[in-house]
């Protein structure tokens, strides 16, 4: 069973940056399309950016682009979301998950495991 566990949340300034880290066990990452996705308070689930398995294609939100990196270290077994420029309405609970047909589509459905999440506040 594959297990993800997100880290690097926290509180920031507007302005500001974040780094978060997903990293699995139980299996090897590189088998794995994952995605990032958000969870506001009173909001539905929403894809945020997605890598393909080999890492060679992403899919971003159009509310991130040009701000939020996705990458990924299969020799790590981690994927890493990098985060400038933050905005409140990026606060969220921020949750990294896992596709079996290595896809980099973020289609919420599509996704077979799921991290607990790591919250994000971006407030002065």
């Known amino acids: 069973q594959l297990q993800l566990v997100e880290s690097g949340g926290g509180l920031v300034q507007p302005g500001g940056s974040l780094r978060l880290s997903c990293a699995a066990s139980g299996f090897g990452l590189d088998y794995y399309g994952i995605g990032w996705f958000r969870q506001a308070p009173g909001k539905e689930r929403e894809g945020v950016s997605c890598i393909s398995r080999s890492g060679d294609s992403t899919n971003y939100a159009d509310s991130v682009k040009g701000r939020f990196t996705i990458s990924r270290d299969n020799a790590k077994n981690t994927v890493y979301l990098q985060m400038n420029s933050l905005k409140p309405e990026d606060t969220a609970i921020y949750y990294c998950?896992?596709?079996?047909?290595?896809?980099?589509?973020?289609?919420?459905?599509?996704?077979?495991?799921w991290g607990q999440g790591t919250q994000v506040t971006v407030s002065s």
């Open positions: 998950a896992a596709r079996r047909d290595g896809n980099y589509y973020c289609l919420t459905k599509a996704y077979d495991y």
